[in-house]
């Protein structure tokens, strides 16, 4: 990038630039935003900048492979693209169930709900290293989650369900 341009940009990413106070949203020191937990922080010097999120648009996954896109309208009706990297799509991905959960435990009222998603598919494997078990959930419309199971974890696993499975219908096994 040349100097004088990316001289500008940082000037431009220096100024400081009003955040209005969302409804619910925490504030944290200097009023910023609450921290989100571990590694949740906005870069040194730069102010958070907040968009209202009205509908996704697309994703996608750049030819490089090593940033994804997520699009989305905001509430001005502009394109709004989140670009992230691949190291930070397994932090996406594990924080995003939690804030569902928490989101609709908040709006409800109720702690025990829980966000549920169909089950359409399942599939076992044993590792590549054969030390453990790939278990992979996945729902109808093709939305997958794969869990690495030890041994003894798959073992114990296996004997919940079977100690919570309904009885086989008289006529022969129940299968998937």
Not at 109 to 114: E, P, Q, T, V
Request: charged share 20%; glycine share 10%; aromatic share 4%.
């Amino acid at each position: 990038m040349p100097h004088l341009l990316r001289h500008r940009l940082s000037a431009l990413l220096r100024r400081a630039v009003p955040v209005p106070r969302l409804p619910g949203l925490r504030r944290g020191w200097g009023g910023r935003p609450a921290r989100g937990g571990a590694g949740m922080d906005r870069p040194i010097g730069l102010p958070p900048r907040h968009v209202e999120v009205v509908q996704p648009t697309y994703a996608g996954v750049r030819p490089c492979g090593r940033i994804a896109e997520l699009g989305f309208r905001d509430t001005t009706g502009a394109l709004v693209v989140l670009a992230v990297p691949h190291q930070a799509l397994s932090m996406l991905l594990m924080t995003l169930p939690r804030l569902i959960e928490t989101s609709l435990r908040q709006r409800t009222g109720n702690a025990s709900l829980r966000h549920v998603y169909p089950a359409g598919d399942w599939t076992v494997e044993t590792s590549s290293d054969g030390t453990s078990l790939l278990l992979t959930l996945a729902t109808p419309d093709g939305f997958a989650v794969s869990f690495s199971l030890p041994d003894a974890d798959a073992r114990r696993l296996g004997e919940a369900l079977a100690d919570h499975a309904p009885a086989p219908p008289p006529n022969g096994p129940v299968r998937h």
